[in-house]
């Protein structure tokens, strides 16, 4: 299979902080993974793109210093979410790829108050 | 025009029927085609990949793509309710980065008892 993971899955934290999430390819090694963000009944928004070794590629309108995106290893991706505000509330959505095809993790809900 | 478009929907089938889900793509020089599956607060998880023209069935799913009509379609048969959910076509072209897909907005399908 193509397994991938994210963590945490929910987390809710306080306006200003900042927060980390993880994303790992467990069972094979993404050079390249994708950040997504969903809002409720919206549609997947490209947020980065992220490959090992190399600085994120962010999509027109991501603050790339807001959304800190590190690809430190080949089965692992993070996304810092800094000084978050209530706005940043939303779905976010991990991909790693193998070949061609992108495999997603289960996602990570933030809510920050 | 968007690069990947589907009917938002919502589409309705009774059980056992076949529902059938369209999208279609501008970019002609398209390699890859996939078909997600995404259920309510979930993320996206893929049916199927297509990269020739043709039919390719798995169980209950039939994926058809046609690159001269620039069209790609998903068929289930004998719809469950437990196919409701939203689907998400999906497009790679060669002159993008490996796995970057551009994707649709998304088809929401209801399967009535």
């Known amino acids: 299979g193509a397994v991938v993971s994210q963590h945490p899955s929910r987390v809710i934290c306080k306006s200003g902080t900042s927060v980390k999430i993880e994303c790992r390819s467990l069972?094979?090694?993404?050079?390249?993974m994708f950040w997504y963000r969903q809002f409720p009944k919206q549609s997947l928004m490209l947020m980065a793109t992220?490959?090992?070794?190399?600085?994120?590629?962010?999509e027109q309108g991501v603050e790339k210093d807001k959304f800190l995106i590190n690809h430190a290893s080949l089965t692992l991706s993070t996304l810092t979410v800094t000084s978050a505000h209530p706005e940043d509330s939303s779905f976010y959505i991990c991909?790693?790829?193998?070949?061609?095809?992108?495999?997603f993790g289960p996602g990570t809900r933030l809510t920050v108050l | 025009q968007k690069e990947v478009e589907q009917n938002s929907g919502p589409l309705s089938v009774p059980e056992g029927a076949i529902a059938s889900l369209n999208c279609t793509y501008s970019?002609?020089?398209?390699?890859?085609f996939f078909w997600y599956r995404q259920y309510s607060g979930k993320s996206p998880e893929l049916i199927m990949s297509?990269?020739?023209?043709g039919d390719k069935e798995d169980g209950r799913f039939t994926a058809q793509l046609n690159k001269a009509s620039q069209y790609v379609s998903l068929l289930i048969r004998d719809s469950q309710p437990s196919d409701s959910a939203t689907y998400l076509c999906?497009?790679?072209?060669?002159?993008?980065?490996?796995?970057?897909?551009?994707f649709g907005d998304g088809t929401t399908l209801t399967v009535k008892p």
């Open positions: 991909s790693a790829t193998r070949g061609d095809t992108q495999y």
């Open positions: 992220s490959n090992e070794g190399s600085k994120a590629t962010y």
């Open positions: 297509i990269y020739s023209n």
């Open positions: 970019d002609r020089g398209s390699q890859s």
């Open positions: 999906a497009v790679t072209s060669s002159r993008t980065n490996a796995g970057k897909s551009t």
């Open positions: 069972d094979f090694q993404a050079t390249t």
